[in-house]
């Protein structure tokens, strides 16, 4: 499973974006793919199996989507902002979509792949599959 390394540029980077949000409106550049904020992930591994720790409060069941291809766990959805008669005096959380995708092993069984969202987490099961064991293979030199 590839580890994504923490870039301090990329705060950097993300502050930028957010100051030049009104300008790209107006340029209308507002339609990127880029997701509008990422939720936290743990990753932890048994002998079993690997175990996925996604914080996702707020988000209902049916606004998370999880699936597999090409060997890439994709994972995203969106939590939406409550708009009602009230006034705001402070907003710190992150609303709208999300996106997070990881480069599954090869000893991961696809299609025992196990979702669960609880207490404003989602938990996902990548089973292991029996391993291959490499074969020694002996070649002559000529």
Known sequence: MNITRYNPTREIEDFFERF????MRESGLEAM???DWMPSVDISE?????LIKVEVPEVKKED???QVDNDMLCISGERRDEKKDKKN??????????????TLP???AEKDIDAE???GMLYLHLKKSAQKQPKAVE???H
């Open 20 to 23: 030049n949000w009104p300008k």
């Open 33 to 35: 793919t880029r997701a």
């Open 46 to 50: 048994t002998d079993k199996e690997y």
């Open 64 to 66: 998370i989507k999880v």
């Open 89 to 102: 005096h402070r907003v710190e959380r992150f609303y709208g979509t999300f996106a997070r995708s990881f």
């Open 106 to 108: 090869d000893d991961v």
């Open 117 to 119: 969202q609880k207490d």
């Open 139 to 141: 070649v002559k030199v």
